[in-house]
């Protein structure tokens, strides 16, 4: 193919009909906010994930020192999931079992909700992709017998597909998104439930000494 014949994926890309260049110009730009709200996420469970593990190591060492304001001011530095779930058990300390156990698990409950409250907008932003994108397709291609062309083999109506594909692509794309963002959600969550059952341990083997 000569040089001059040669054509850039962009060019092909948005050589179809004005109604089709608008519809995947509107999914390349929702596809831009996914990308950023992303990594946002991404980054944010990222360091949850990756926070000192001997938090509860230093609570214990309060504790056993009879050092309560020390563990719940350690608590109040620390913006992370585990620590406000601990401060809210330091806080019952002085209760029965069962009433630090409930407020634990309530508020271990209440960071569960924040870590996944994200995670729906990606299965709904794969699906408003792909519907757009069949949309696109639908309309580029009832736009293209209505103006009286009939030839298959027309550049205008194989670009009209070209909505749908991508709508298909980047949907698949952020459903990954999704799964990726749900695993690492899923690890936390573990952990956070590990880190409760360790920190009760520490508690009733605190009052069984005394």
Same mark, same amino acid.
């Given at each position: ?14 050589? =179809? ?13 929702? %596809? ?5 709200? #992303? #990594? ?5 469970? $990222?360091?949850?994930?990756?926070? @000192? ?22 608590? $109040? ?5 585990? %620590? ?6 330091? @806080? $019952? ?17 209440? @960071? ?8 729906? $907008?990606?299965?709904?932003? %794969? ?5 757009? =994108?069949?949309?696109?397709? =639908?309309?580029?291609?009832?736009? #293209? #017998? ?24 980047? =949907? ?39």
């Amino acid at each position: 193919m000569e040089k001059g014949n040669q054509i850039s994926l962009w060019e092909l890309l948005f050589s =179809g009909q004005i109604v089709t260049n608008v519809f995947l110009v509107v999914m390349f730009v929702l %596809a831009v906010v996914v990308l950023y709200s #992303f #990594f946002e996420k991404y980054l944010s469970l $990222k360091s949850m994930d990756t926070e @000192e593990d001997d938090l509860l190591d230093n609570i214990a060492d309060c504790l056993y020192d009879h050092r309560l304001d020390s563990a719940k001011d350690l608590c $109040k530095r620390i913006s992370s999931p585990e %620590a406000r779930i601990i401060r809210k058990g330091l @806080e $019952k300390i002085d209760k029965s079992s069962l009433e630090m156990l409930v407020t634990i698990v309530n508020q271990r409950e209440i @960071e569960t909700i924040q870590l996944r409250k994200d995670l729906f $907008k990606f299965s709904l932003w %794969a699906r408003v992709v792909l519907f757009l =994108g069949v949309l696109g397709t =639908g309309i580029s291609i009832i736009l #293209f #017998f209505s103006e009286g062309f009939s030839d298959l083999s027309d550049e205008r109506f194989y670009t009209s597909f070209f909505p749908v594909s991508i709508g298909a692509l980047l =949907g698949g794309l952020i459903y990954v998104f999704k799964l990726i963002l749900g695993s690492l959600t899923y690890r936390i969550e573990l952990a956070l439930k590990m880190g409760e059952n360790k920190f009760l341990e520490i508690i009733e083997e605190i009052k069984n000494a005394n």
